[in-house]
């Protein structure tokens, strides 16, 4: 069953934006890490960035390098949802962008966000 719902992907020209979106149990807004992941044609899937919230509210985010500084990610406890803006894109942001609970193998992966940077 999958529980995470992906939005917001598209084809965008280089160093336009993109708003992604996931859609997640409210359960997981309470001392999960939630992370999107990008699969690029032909290669294996990896973190882009990952949000904790912790039980007290506050959270901790990372950012893979080679991003940091274009995307940010957020969690919008009231709507369920964790965002990642992706500012500045480069043709090598291309690919299929997923929302998945972390280091959580029992969660199936969605249909994920198809993001197409042309050059």
């Known amino acids: 069953q999958v529980l995470l719902v992906e939005s917001g992907g598209g084809r965008v020209q280089s160093a336009e934006s993109l708003r992604l979106s996931c859609v997640a149990p409210?359960?997981?807004?309470?001392?999960?890490?939630l992370g999107w992941y990008r699969q690029a044609p032909g290669k294996r899937r990896e973190m882009v960035a990952d949000?904790?919230?912790?039980?007290?509210?506050?959270?901790?985010?990372n950012v893979a390098d080679a991003v940091k500084g274009r995307f940010t990610i957020t969690m919008h406890g009231a709507s369920n949802t964790v965002v990642l803006q992706m500012n500045n894109l480069k043709p090598e942001a291309t690919g299929v962008y997923y929302c998945?609970?972390?280091?959580?193998?029992?969660?199936?992966w969605g249909q994920g966000t198809q993001v197409t940077v042309a050059a």
């Open positions: 998945h609970p972390y280091s959580r193998d029992d969660y199936s």
């Open positions: 409210v359960y997981m807004f309470s001392s999960w890490t």
């Open positions: 949000v904790t919230v912790g039980p007290t509210g506050g959270g901790n985010s």
